[in-house]
Structure formats: C-alpha cells, structure tokens
C-alpha cells in the first residue's frame, strides 16, 4: 500500500519549471551562421529584439573592442551579468550604428545550441 501511494504521489506532485538565472551569464537573443557575424535572427522578445537589432546586422565592435570573430562577441557577452549594458557598434547596409542593448538572464530555453548569446 506504501508503495502504491508514494508512485502516486510522484505522479500527481508539480514539475518545477527551470528558472532564469540572475547571476548567470548575460543573453543577447541572437542567432548567428556558424564563422560569420552577420546576424542571422532575433529571439522574439530578446534584449536585441527591444534595441532593433536585425537579421543582416553585422558586428564590427563590442564596447569600443573591435571584433575579428563572432567568439569574441560571445566572450564579451557571457562575460557579463543580466543587467549590464553592452554598446555594439553594426554595420547595417552601408551605415554605421551604434546601439546599447542591457543584456537579460540566459533563459532555459537557450541552452539550444543554434540559439547564441
């Protein structure tokens, strides 16, 4: 009887879901072709969503760092904690912009791989 009523217990007892993690790595939201940096596409609702960046964009620097690669966007990125505001510069077309974006917690949903800082 113990038995039976500790296997329903299990079965009826909530699923935590994953949480955010406020000490974590910052997240931009983007999605990059592997060895390029051109930006490929933007989470819904991402912190690069909410500053405009947009498939196409293409990196040039990371708060006053030029990059040569995109693992040194990333670095610089994770780097960082939620909440710390980062300026990239893009080059978007045949302009030059500048936009800070305040970095979020790394959702759990991100731990996809095709899903980057």
């Not at 009523?5 to 993690?21: N, S």
Request: aromatic share 6%.
């Amino acid at each position: 009887m113990f038995d039976w009523f500790l296997m329903l217990l299990m079965i009826l007892a909530p699923v935590p879901t994953p949480k955010e993690d406020p000490f974590g790595k910052g997240f931009l939201g983007i999605r990059v072709n592997q060895g390029q940096m051109v930006i490929a596409s933007v989470e819904p609702g991402s912190a690069a969503e909410r500053v405009g960046l947009m498939p196409g964009d293409t990196f040039i620097g990371v708060s006053g760092a030029a990059v040569q690669n995109y693992d040194q966007v990333t670095t610089l990125i994770r780097s960082c904690r939620p909440g710390a505001i980062l300026d990239f510069e893009i080059r978007r077309g045949d302009k030059t912009l500048k936009i800070a974006a305040r970095l979020t917690a790394r959702p759990a949903s991100a731990d996809n791989p095709q899903i980057l800082p």
